[in-house]
């Protein structure tokens, strides 16, 4: 896996000599020395790149400081990506997980750092025009082979409960929201609390959900357009695959100034196949004929990440945010609720 690095951040230090002997003692095959740096991505977790003479490791903690109940669960991360290695799915290999507060001062796990490309932008920066829409394609095709695997047959039939995932997550993003009284509130915000769950969609199936399936949390092989990792997986589940692909699908709805979103490119110069034909070709590789109240879906997505930058925001406010950019992800919050009113609006006008 590569990424920017920097200097582990004052607000995420640890006792890196602590780490190093516990990794010792805890994951085969490890010697150091040992040196760390922090990946400079992510708003959640911290993750910090291990390096020793004979290789390289990921680790990635809980942050320190007060956290909301049920939120940057590593032990739920460690679990499905050693479920999903086991049915062949491409993530990194988990070496271990410390659930020992003692060591570090939170929870961790150390999985292995997978070499490739990892892309910020949507348009594949580097990437020729002639194999960007593959690796648009490959996304698409990684994340149908997901939303294909028997969470019983891979053993997380009790991942997570199976019944009413929507809108579960609607109550859980409305109820962070809210309860998060340093972040504030805003109108968008608060009219969708309201609206969504007067239009959720019944569920009607249950897959392994990633939770968080954008360009940025996947290594692609170095060369070849193929997905070789899928990275963090805080907010996995069991869930209706549809709300999942949505969320995938907000790349072509999100605000133009967020790096991934293909809002305001030039689709046809890169190649790419419009919004209709991503569905398209995720609707053949699932096996299913239509997605119904699609928009619905989209909307929910745009608004739980709103609600995620609102707890970025809040995290910001208290000194534990776990990336420097987050007043960056925090000036996309209002925009993105707008937008997910917008299209809430937009499917009540054409439902008249």
């Known amino acids: 896996m590569s990424g920017a690095t920097v200097a582990v951040r004052d607000n995420a230090r640890f006792d890196t000599a602590a780490l190093e002997r516990w990794l010792a003692a805890n994951v085969p095959g490890f010697s150091g020395p040992m040196s760390v740096e922090q990946f400079a991505g992510g708003q959640s977790n911290p993750t910090f790149r291990l390096t020793t003479p004979k290789r390289a490791y990921v680790m990635r903690r809980k942050p320190p400081g007060q956290l909301l109940k049920g939120a940057h669960a590593v032990d739920r991360e460690a679990r499905v990506m050693r479920a999903l290695e086991g049915a062949g799915f491409p993530v990194p290999h988990v070496h271990a997980l410390c659930q020992d507060d003692s060591i570090i001062g939170s929870w961790f796990y150390v999985m292995d750092l ?5 892309f910020w932008d949507g348009d594949f920066p580097g990437v020729a025009r002639e194999g960007k829409a593959a690796h648009l394609d490959a996304m698409n095709a990684t994340l149908a082979q997901l939303h294909g695997l028997d969470p019983v047959a891979i053993g997380l039939s009790d991942y997570g409960r199976p019944d009413g995932y929507l809108r579960r997550q609607i109550e859980r993003w409305s109820r962070q929201y809210r309860e998060d009284d340093l972040a504030g509130r805003t109108a968008d915000l608060d009219f969708l609390v309201e609206w969504l769950p007067t239009r959720a969609p019944t569920d009607e199936a249950v897959s392994v959900v990633h939770g968080d399936f954008r360009i940025d949390n996947m290594v692609f092989h170095p060369e070849r357009p193929e997905v070789i990792a899928v990275l963090d997986w805080e907010l996995s589940t069991l869930g209706h695959p549809v709300v999942d692909f949505a969320y995938n699908l907000m790349m072509y709805r999100a605000p133009a100034a967020m790096r991934w979103s293909l809002v305001g490119r030039d689709l046809d110069a890169l190649g790419y196949p ?10 053949r590789r699932t096996g299913r004929t239509q997605i119904a109240d699609l928009e619905v879906h989209v909307a929910f997505n745009l608004f739980r990440l709103a609600a995620i930058i609102h707890g970025i ?31 809430a609006e937009d499917w009540e006008r054409g439902r008249r």
């Open 114 to 118: 997978v070499e490739g490309r990892i």
């Open 313 to 343: 925001k809040g995290r910001m406010l208290r000194g534990n945010a776990a990336s420097a950019d987050a007043a960056g992800m925090v000036a996309h919050m209002d925009t993105l609720a707008a937008t997910a009113r917008q299209v």
């Open 274 to 283: 419009d919004e209709a034909a991503y569905v398209a070709a995720y609707l």
